[in-house]
């Protein structure tokens, strides 16, 4: 270890330069905080530069939400860039909010954290290796913003099988898929994304699905979808209701391609935001199967009794929260392990000066979601210098008992809606807490 330790301990870290982090740094920079961030990769954007080294981005890679309800409120993207830009100009776009705001010079590029932990005398010390050589960093505390969607999450599958088995985290072109049978299990953004590039390389190309699903148009009524219905969110059995009749007759009935009917409402679970996935069940260049029942040899066999034979399987099964640079006491992960017990998924009981900045999953919070997170942190930092009454309230509502953020929706129990919120829900009880501080 190079015993060089950095001697500004008023600096908070910044852990991640994607929109999170970037969010993190600009909040800090307003309030007038001091800080310093750190990106494993060699510049701004994380996961939207298809080169950074924990991107999970692909060539065909789009926006899924609209750029008018996605970006930050402060930096609207061009009006040029199309409603659902590519991965390129959204890095393009990043970089720009970042030399706009003189943030990327704060950051050290090509800087892993690999342990941030409480110092015994006060205040964190952060250890990153760049270069090879390991250095410690002493801080006031930690923002950590390293993203949600970059660790696989593999499925133990029973049986074996002789072809390739590729995650979606590490699937890039889909020269990949020229010639070759294949099998995309679960039908996620991602993999309804993936499955749409490999119809137009693959010999054939299945799509396993567990439970049924809805799937919402880009555009409604010749407009991006989400930009409809903004404002007063309608009670979520109405909401449910109206959308359920609109998708019916928008895009029909997916049962008629072999999904299952879902056994839940719509919102219940993140919905897919695709309908090339059904127009091209609907050209026969995709099939639906069910669920897997094991990996058999040159092909998978699947619980209605049915096997197929293929080269390629591609796991289109999410990602995990990972935080491997924390003590996992610090963050309270929740029964299940799935994830951890933040006040508002961004305020730790453990340590006053740690926040988890993007561990939210929500149907359209966007960007500017993201950024309000920020937000309240740099106004909670500085409510503890000018207004500490405040300060203390809102520590107290951290160490007490959680408040309902679902708006009234039931979210399904599987391990992505474990830290999922509804939009609504979440930013008015974020803008709630940065206007009591201010
Ligand atoms: C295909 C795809 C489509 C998507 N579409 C949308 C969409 O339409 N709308 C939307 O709102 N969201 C979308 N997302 C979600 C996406 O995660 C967010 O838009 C956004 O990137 C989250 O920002 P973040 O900063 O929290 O995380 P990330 O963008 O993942 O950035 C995290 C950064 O932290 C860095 N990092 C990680 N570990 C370390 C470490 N130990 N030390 C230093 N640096 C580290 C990484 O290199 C990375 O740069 C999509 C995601 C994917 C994969």
Known sequence: MDPTISTDQRTYAVIGAGPSGLAAARNLQRAGIPWSGYELAQG???????????????????????????????????EDVA??????????YFRAFADTYDLTSGFRFGAEVVAAAPHPDGGWTVTVEQDGRRTEHRHAGVLVANGTLSEPSVPDLA???????????????PTIFAGKRVLIIGAGNSGCDIAVDAVHHAASVDLSVRRGYYFVPKYLFGKPADTLNQGRPLPPRIKQAVDTRVLRMFTGDPTRFG??????????????????????LGHGDLRVRPDVE?????????????????????LATGYHLHYPFLDPALLRWRGRGSAPDLYLNIFTQADPDLF???????????????????????SYLRARRDAPDAAR???????????????????????RMSYYVNKDAYRSAVRAEIEGLS
């Open 259 to 280: 999904f299952p009917k879902p056994d839940y409402r719509i919102y219940e679970s993140h919905p897919i935001v695709n309908t090339l996935v059904l127009h091209h």
């Open 44 to 78: 701004v954007g994380g996961l939207w530069d298809i080169d950074g080294p924990r991107s999970t981005v692909y060539e065909s890679a789009h926006l899924i939400s609209s750029k008018r309800t996605t970006e930050f409120a402060e930096f609207p993207m061009s």
């Open 159 to 173: 049986g074996k099988f002789d072809g390739e088995v590729l995650h979606t985290s590490a699937y890039k072109s």
């Open 356 to 378: 988890v900045l993007g561990m939210i999953e929500a149907s359209g919070i966007g960007w500017q979601g993201r950024y309000e997170q920020a937000e309240l942190v740099a």
């Open 393 to 415: 309230a809102l520590e107290e509502r951290v160490a007490g008992p959680r408040p309902d953020l679902s708006g009234g929706y039931r979210y399904l129990g599987l391990e």
């Open 83 to 92: 409603d659902y830009p590519s991965h390129r100009e959204l890095l393009a």
């Open 294 to 314: 094991r990996l058999d040899g040159d092909g998978v066999a699947f619980r209605d009794g049915t096997r197929s034979p293929y080269d390629l399987v591609v």
